[in-house]
Structure formats: C-alpha cells, structure tokens
C-alpha cells in the first residue's frame, strides 16, 4: 500500500496512519471493554474475495447469496474497483464468527501490504477503555490464525492495485453500457465466481486470466465504436 494511505482491500480510502509499524516480535498493549462497540454497527469492515470466500462456505451458500443477504455493495470512488461491505448489525451476536473477515480477526491491529508483497502492521486507535490486554503482534496474529492466510491476502491486495491501474483509464474510455458490463465483470472475476468447495487461489487467478480477455474484448469493442464515428 503507500504510505500514509490504505488500500481497503478493493476500495482505496482515506486513512492517515498515526501509529508506527510494528516489529512482528514487538509487544503493544490495547484497552478493552468487553463491551463489543467494536463490531456493532459498523460500515466499514470491508470483505476481501476470500473473505467472502469464506462465509460462503461457512454457510454453505453461493458467494453472490451471502453478498446480496448480508452485505452492502458499491464501487470505490477511487480505485473504481468493487467495494463489499458487511452490513451492520446492531446486536453483539456474529453469525460468522468462525469464518470472521480480515478486519475483525486483526483488530485492533491493522495492516498495510505493499505492492512488493510486504506485510506490516500497526495499531488502530481505540478508545473504549477496559482491561488492559498485552501481547507480542506474532503472537497476537497466531491467535486468530492471520499467518496461515496472509499469503492469499497479499495476493488480493495486489490484484487490487494492479487492476486498479488497468480500469481506472478504462472507466474513463468506455461509454456508459458498457462501463456497467466491466463492473458487471469485475464482481464476477473477484468475488462472486467462486466455488466455495474448492480451494480460493487457484479460481482467483482462473478469473483474473478470464477477466483479462473480457476487458480486452471491451476495449475492441470502443475502439471500434470510435472508429466508426470517426467515419
């Protein structure tokens, strides 16, 4: 990600970070209450493909299901990138605990990724007060099993910022209809054509390859438009 910016999984926002990175064998300290204000009512814990990858078959539900049951959905103002986000909820009970996104099983941690690949963390801001928690962030990491998965979110990461360079001219080229079509595109290839019985990474780099002919297909398809205006 740049520095002083996130990259929200698939929707850039403005966020500048005020905490410094932290060493993985580092130790910090947070409050908590206990109190779940955290999680209830929140619009901002963004879902990543294999996030949704995840409740998908943690309900057992095709991805495009659980999306349009539970989340909210819209296209990033920046990256011109689909942006999903859960639904908030207002009591303290998570129906996806078990399969619980990214941004839930690092909080009150955050991370950056950079287009290299390389992973840091760093502590949010909280304010609610409570019992002092203390942990190393390897540790702390382990705990919510964010190792085992940090390989596949470094891969979305960067598939959102390459594809934000590539779509973000092409909003711009392509005439209303079919600028829909490649959004319509965009949220097959990244989260709804998915199997939730087969592994993530392996469909995540079929659809960017089948992705990548149809946005090609779309760009001929102006071209030829426009030359034939020119006419």
């Known amino acids: 990600m740049l520095k002083d910016s996130q990259l929200d999984l698939c929707g850039r926002v403005d966020f500048a970070r005020t905490t410094p990175l932290l060493a993985r064998d580092e130790a910090f300290s947070f409050a908590c209450a206990g109190c779940g204000g955290c999680c209830r009512g929140r619009e901002d814990i963004v879902l990543s493909g294999f996030d949704l990858w995840r409740i998908a078959a943690r309900l057992r539900l095709p991805p495009q299901t659980v999306a349009r049951a539970f989340c909210r959905a819209s296209i990033g103002q920046v990256s011109h990138l689909p942006v999903l986000r859960l639904a908030p909820v207002k009591e303290n009970h998570c129906a996806i605990h078990d399969a619980e996104p990214l941004v839930c099983a690092l909080y009150p941690l955050a991370q950056e990724i950079s287009r290299e690949g390389e ?7 909280t304010d ?3 019992r002092v928690i203390e942990a190393k962030v390897e540790d702390y ?4 099993d964010v190792p085992a998965r940090e390989k596949t979110d470094v891969r979305w990461a960067q598939t959102c910022m390459d594809l ?3 779509v973000e001219p092409l909003d711009a080229a392509l005439e209303p209809p079919l600028r829909r079509r490649m959004q319509a595109k965009l949220w097959q290839a990244l989260y709804f054509k998915f199997d939730y019985e087969k592994e993530y990474l392996p469909q995540l780099e079929e659809n960017l390859v089948w992705l990548g002919a149809e946005l090609q297909k779309l760009t001929d398809y102006q071209q030829r438009r426009n030359t034939y205006r020119k006419k």
């Open 119 to 125: 992973v840091s963390y760093f502590l949010q801001p």
């Open 128 to 130: 609610c007060g409570g």
């Open 141 to 144: 990491l382990a705990r919510y």
């Open 164 to 166: 934000e360079d590539v």
